[in-house]
Antibody, heavy 114, light 110 residues
Framework: EVQLVESGGGLVQPGGSLRLSCTASGFIFSSYWMNWVRQAPGKGLEWVANINQDGSDKYYVDSVKGRFTISRDNSLYLQMNSLRAEDTAVYYC??????????WGQGTTVTVSS | QSALTQPASVSGSPGQSITISCTGTSNDVGSYNFVSWYQQHPGTAPKLMIYEVSKRPSGVSNRFSGSRSGNTASLTISGLQAEDEADYYCCSYAGSSTFVFGTGTKVTVL
């Protein structure tokens, strides 16, 4: 079964850091671009970052540039630094196939609050 | 990187057809054949319903169809059913390996 499972979410204070992980199974992970997408409480989806198959190309939405870092080895990661209240969201990892996201994880919740 | 514009809500009776619009710009929806649509039920992850403007993944009902005219893409749900009640998001490739989502539309089955 093709599956993505996120982990690493939690409660963190403003200015703090958190590292999210996404573990893939059921497909050749190294063959796909991967996205991180987030959804703030009661809000819509927002594309956050993506990475190519070998990790050499990385792209970010403007609001997280310089604070978040996407990476991968046998799993996908999102290192989040200098966290702000507006980063509070459910974070999903998603497989990218020909410019659409065909497999999604169940999401991990990040709450930034003092 | 501005969000694509969708109506906040659309409703219809069972069996009717509804259409959700998704308006972008010539830098995203209007430039690429890479518009996709996602269905999201409360508390669950999004599910791919349409990709490349009008293609349906295996397993998605043929009651769902997509189209595009200029900078506006559309999702049509025909023969509306109770299970179609959910939030729907469009998404477009926006160049330079980036993506942009729509603002989301809540579909209510009356």
């Amino acid at each position: 079964e093709v599956q993505l499972v996120e982990s690493g979410g939690g409660l963190v204070q403003p200015g703090g850091s958190l590292r999210l992980s996404c573990t893939a199974s059921g497909f050749i992970f190294s063959s796909y671009w991967m996205n991180w997408v987030r959804q703030a409480p009661g809000k819509g989806l927002e594309w956050v970052a993506n990475i190519n198959q070998d990790g050499s190309d990385k792209y970010y939405v403007d609001s997280v540039k310089g604070r978040f870092t996407i990476s991968r080895d046998n799993s996908l990661y999102l290192q989040m630094n200098s966290l702000r209240a507006e980063d509070t969201a459910v974070y999903y990892c998603a497989r990218v196939s020909h410019y659409h996201m065909d497999v999604w994880g169940q999401g991990t919740t990040v709450t930034v609050s003092s | 990187q501005s969000a694509l514009t969708q109506p906040a809500s659309v409703s219809g009776s069972p069996g009717q057809s509804i259409t959700i619009s998704c308006t972008g710009t010539s830098n995203d929806v209007g430039s690429y054949n890479f518009v996709s649509w996602y269905q999201q039920h409360p508390g669950t992850a999004p599910k791919l319903m349409i990709y490349e403007v009008s293609k349906r993944p295996s397993g998605v009902s043929n009651r769902f169809s997509g189209s595009r005219s200029g900078n506006t893409a559309s999702l049509t749900i025909s023969g509306l059913q109770a299970e179609d009640e959910a939030d729907y998001y469009c998404c477009s490739y926006a160049g330079s390996s980036t993506f942009v989502f729509g603002t989301g539309t809540k579909v209510t089955v009356l």
